[in-house]
């Protein structure tokens, strides 16, 4: 008689190792019922399981991995697809996602040969219900054969790898990266894994299956949280997950996944090259020892230490000048090198000696090499020796969506960048140390560039910087936010623009400083922090100042809008690569009328220049297409003709497109600032800090025209979802007209 299988197990959402058993035990259970049930005997076939269930790491959502194993004998594959038919239909009808495979141990084996994911999963393969012994025969065969075929499975494995962190970046810098996929994620431990199956390097040590603890940890309170399968997570999760995890912010979540990522990436690292010295250690490296510095040489492709570096009292200089040789010679450093500097260089003697000073500098200016060699010289807590301040910012999150990295891999990669700027710079070696410092002060209240620049002169004069340089570094930390928010939150043609800016600056060598950093901290931060219009702004800002400091005058720079000559007939509309030019008959609204229709062509404002003589209006936009691609120049000219004259029903076409939009919630409502009067010319700036939305512009425009404000020109500033749009109004205002003012501004940036 059939037995009827156990109701599907009602699974516990919760996280941790102790849930991730119960659920694994009740699984096993139920299936092995299902297994009985659908007449599985203890002879001649196996129910197995594999991937995450095989391993017993049981999310919450996971699915089922399984394998119904049949011995191969005669009829025993049909008999196999019978009862596997009943098995998947009640797996399926008690809601579980399945990924499931009838097969021999002869096919099994077959295809391990030429499937990676199959070959790995033989290796974790466990038994839920069956023939005990078919399983144990197919698992000592598929480990004898794994370890038989891993001269050319290996470096598949290899492939595969390198093309998913290529895919999914490194996971213990990404602010919202995919615990699975990414490097140093769950996969890589798996892989981990594989290689010590083969015996080319050791498995797991203790702190790497630690870390792997806590991403699946992770993992199981991202699935309770929300309620699917899902491995990457988001910033509007963390705090959810923060709570499951007794973790008490959802700060101290991305630094534990952070830490975690860091150390299954470093053996992920180590074990890689001990699988290119096993495969091919003829090529690899030097068998015999490689001069690359003093007391640092090369063997078998790791740096390590010369033999006479190795004294009771080692030279406190010696960590740097290793890494900065490593970092040169593009070479990673011993693991057991590593461990023998942590363990016994001393602290650095206070100032710097020159050659600690120099061997950082040459390890900060060595490019993208010199990220692996911080980072390897950071998990054996080398950087505090050196920077003590760099325990505080480590796996730092990030704030502010633009940024893709944590602010010390923010900080790391900025020095890189900067690295690439060198020659267009007075002082290369400041340059790629402020880029190291710039954002030192971040995770301290207050402005971090205001609150970093004291800790980076510290940290500065603890090198043995000359009192000069010290300042030096102080006042481009300081100041390393000038060049980009003036130049897209200020009118560049305003000479108090250019005076303010250059007042600040003071000379030639810190403006070249600032205006490289200002590239660099903008390429590590990620595509979002950077466009070609920004770059023409800040370059143009550079220039106007430059005239400045070396003329000592401040020159108007032209309006653009002025620089229009009067067409025969209005309204008129200039279309270039990168500007909006229209000339018109001065009405109430025209600004909102043209950034409207701008709008709905898909066209990003950036600045807007107005100039009003005699009854006509003159305006220049600076556009740049909101989802790229090209622009359908007739119709926005149409558009544009038909909008200034009143013709274009924008208000009603931009409100239709903003409530059928799917948009986030703001994270904070909108916000006005004035600035001081000294700010402008003849004119009062107001900002307005919002959350981005397509037709913010125009609403904002129609506000201001309708309390009667002058818009002489705007600056548009976005940063992912957040913008800051700085408005120039003419005259001056008082506190009554202010309010007035605001008041209208902050209803008109709520979201429809």
């Given amino acids: 008689m059939t037995q009827l299988p156990a ?78 038919s009943q098995i998947w239909y009640q797996v399926w009808d008690a809601k579980f996602a399945l990924d499931h495979s009838t097969r021999s141990p002869e096919l099994a084996l077959k295809l391990a040969r030429d499937d990676l994911k199959v070959a790995l999963g033989l290796l974790d393969a466990r038994l839920i219900a069956g023939d005990e012994a078919l399983l144990q025969r197919l698992h000592a065969a ?32 990404l602010l919202e990266g995919d615990v699975k996929e990414s490097r140093g994620g769950l996969r890589d431990f798996s892989v981990l894994r594989g290689i010590g199956f083969a015996g080319v390097a050791d498995g797991p040590r203790p702190a790497v299956r630690g870390a792997h603890r806590t991403l699946l940890d992770v993992r199981d309170a991202l699935h309770a949280v929300r309620g699917r399968r899902v491995d990457r997570l988001l910033a509007q999760d963390r705090d959810e997950v923060a709570e499951l995890l007794d973790l008490g912010d959802r700060d101290e979540v991305l630094r534990r996944i952070a830490e975690s990522a860091r150390t299954i990436a470093y053996a992920s690292d180590d074990a890689w090259r001990a699988v290119e010295r096993w495969s091919a250690p003829s090529t690899r490296g030097h068998a015999e020892r490689r001069p690359l510095a003093r007391d640092v040489v090369e063997q078998r492709g790791e740096v390590v230490l010369a033999r006479a570096a190795v004294t009771p009292r080692p030279d406190p200089a010696l960590p740097l000048r290793v890494a900065a040789a490593a970092a040169r010679a593009d070479l990673p450093i011993a693991h057991a090198t590593l461990e023998w500097l942590g363990g016994f260089a001393g602290p650095m003697p206070r100032p710097w000696p020159a050659p600690a000073r120099d061997a950082l500098l040459t390890l900060l200016g060595s490019g ?19 920077l003590p301040e760099w325990a505080r910012v480590r796996s730092l999150p990030q704030h502010n969506p633009v ?27 400041l340059l790629v140390l402020c880029g190291l410092l710039h954002d030192i002060g ?89 466009s070609e219009w920004k770059g023409r702004l800040i370059a143009e800002l550079v220039r106007h100042v430059e005239r400045a400091l070396d ?27 990168h500007t909006v030019a229209v000339t018109a008959s001065d009405r109430r609204g025209l600004l909102a009328a043209v950034a409207g229709c701008l709008s709905l062509h898909r066209l990003d404002v950036v600045t807007a220049d107005t100039v009003t003589v005699d009854g006509l209006a003159r305006m220049v936009c600076a556009v740049h297409p909101r989802y790229g691609g090209d622009i359908d120049r007739e119709a926005l000219a149409s558009d544009l003709r038909r909008a200034v004259t009143g013709d274009l029903p924008v208000a009603e076409r931009l409100a239709a497109r903003e409530r059928s939009a799917r948009r986030r919630a703001a994270s904070a409502p909108p916000r006005v600032v004035w600035q001081p009067l000294s700010a402008a010319t003849d004119a009062t700036v107001l900002e307005l800090r919002a959350t981005d939305t397509p037709g913010l512009l125009f609403r904002v425009a129609s506000a201001l025209g309708d309390v009667g404000a002058d818009v002489r020109s705007a600056r548009i500033s976005t940063l992912g979802g957040e913008v800051v749009d700085a408005f120039y109004l003419a005259g ?18 709520l979201p429809l």
Avoid at 142 to 149: G, I, M, N
Avoid at 368 to 386: F, H, N, Q, T
Avoid at 403 to 429: K, W
Avoid at 562 to 572: E, H, I, R, T, Y
């Fill in 368 to 386: 993208p090499s010199m990220i692996s060699v911080w980072e390897a010289c950071d998990r054996y807590g080398l950087v505090v020796k050196w």
């Fill in 142 to 173: 598929a480990v004898a054969q794994w370890r038989r075929e891993a001269r050319h499975l290996l470096p598949a494995l290899r492939t595969l790898t390198t093309q998913r962190w290529q895919a999914h970046g490194e996971l213990a810098f």
């Fill in 551 to 577: 003329t000592g005058v401040v020159a108007a720079p032209p309006n653009p809008a002025a620089a229009l000559a009067v067409p025969s007939k209005l309204p008129a509309v200039l279309l270039d690569t």
């Fill in 7 to 84: 109701p599907a197990p009602v699974l516990s959402t919760g996280a941790g190792a102790d849930a991730r058993a119960e659920r694994c035990a009740a699984i096993d259970e139920w299936l092995a019922s299902v297994f009985s049930s659908a007449g599985g005997g203890t002879a001649g076939a196996c129910l197995v399981a594999v991937g995450g269930l095989g391993r017993r790491e049981c999310a919450p959502r996971s699915d089922l991995d399984l394998v119904l194993l049949h011995d191969g004998g005669p009829g025993a594959e049909a008999a196999a697809d019978e009862l596997g």
């Fill in 403 to 429: 940024h893709l990295f944590t602010v010390d891999r923010h900080l790391v990669e900025t020095a890189r960048q900067a690295a690439g700027l060198t020659r267009d710079v007075d002082r290369p070696d």
């Fill in 732 to 749: 001056t205002w008082d506190a009554e007209a202010r309010a007035r003012v605001q008041a209208a501004v902050l209803q008109a940036a």
């Fill in 442 to 530: 971040k995770g301290l209240p207050g402005d971090h560039s205001i609150v970093g620049a004291p800790i980076a002169a510290v940290a500065a004069a603890r090198m043995g910087l000359s009192a000069a340089d010290v300042a030096q570094v102080e006042k481009v930390v300081r100041l390393h936010l000038l060049l980009p928010d003036t130049a897209t939150r200020r009118d560049l043609s305003d000479p108090r623009t250019i005076a303010t800016v250059a007042s600040a600056v003071g000379d030639a060598t810190t403006l070249s400083l600032l205006h490289a950093l200002a590239r660099a901290d903008a390429a590590a931060t990620g595509p979002a922090a950077w």
